[in-house]
């Protein structure tokens, strides 16, 4: 079947323009994540939904940042007056279920680039 | 606080033998530890995980060992092999949010 698919592969936006990056779950999987990994670093934490439940939005690095995930499934990672530090990959990762237990399938990820 | 700490940061082993990689964490409540490996370029995929209620578990020339007094669990690869080399993440659970926190990644690099 499909995996987790994200959209665009590759966004260059200039310094203070906001940016929009859209994750496609595996159909079913009630727990979606989103990951960013700057060049050659490890996977931060940004924010998890699970279901129903309010977010866990403890990973965002600033305000500038949110998140929505519209019913169950599509989630829209949203980056308000980009800087160049947020020059990233982000990456979605959907899970059957919570963290505990569950594999979590990747997408291929988003390069944003801000100049 | 949600940590998981890996060492090494990087790895380079002779063709054939073996590479270890260890992480600790810090929620005692953490049950599931997977490994992730990510090529250059593409995305993580899990390639084992271990749940708390077993010490170790093998798939191949791949274990994990699990050790939750001392909150420690380990990667170890035998007889690697050139399609080795890659980015190995340890990642773990915390606590009831159930959010997967990543090591900071482990380089392995296979010698001819």
């Known amino acids: 079947g499909a995996g987790v698919s994200q959209s665009p592969s590759n966004k260059v936006t200039e310094k203070g323009k906001d940016v929009e990056l859209r994750c496609d779950p595996i159909?079913?999987?009630?727990?979606l994540y989103w990951y960013r990994q700057s060049l050659g670093q490890g996977l931060e934490f940004l924010i998890y939904f699970q279901g129903n439940s309010a977010p866990d939005k403890s990973g965002l690095p600033s305000d500038r940042f949110s998140a929505e995930r519209t019913g169950g499934s599509v989630s829209t990672l949203t980056i308000q007056r980009t800087q160049q530090e947020d020059s990233a990959v982000y990456l979605c990762a959907s899970s059957p279920r919570g963290g505990n237990s569950y594999e979590q399938y990747f997408g291929p990820g988003t390069r944003l680039t801000v100049t | 606080g949600e940590n998981v700490e890996q060492h090494p940061s990087t790895l380079s082993v002779q063709e054939g033998d073996s590479a270890v990689i260890k992480c600790t964490y810090s929620d005692s409540a953490s049950n599931y530890f997977p490994w992730y490996k990510q090529e250059l370029g593409k995305r993580p995929q899990l390639i084992i995980d271990?749940?708390?209620?077993?010490g170790e578990k093998k798939d191949q020339r791949i274990a994990v060992t699990l050790n939750k007094t001392a909150k420690h669990f380990s990667l170890h690869i035998t007889e690697t092999q050139p399609e080795d080399s890659a980015v190995y993440f340890c990642?773990?659970?915390?606590?009831?949010?159930?959010?997967?926190?990543f090591g900071s990644g482990t380089r392995l690099s296979i010698r001819p």
């Open positions: 271990i749940r708390s209620n077993v």
């Open positions: 159909s079913g999987h009630t727990a």
């Open positions: 990642a773990a659970p915390y606590s009831s949010a159930s959010k997967i926190i």
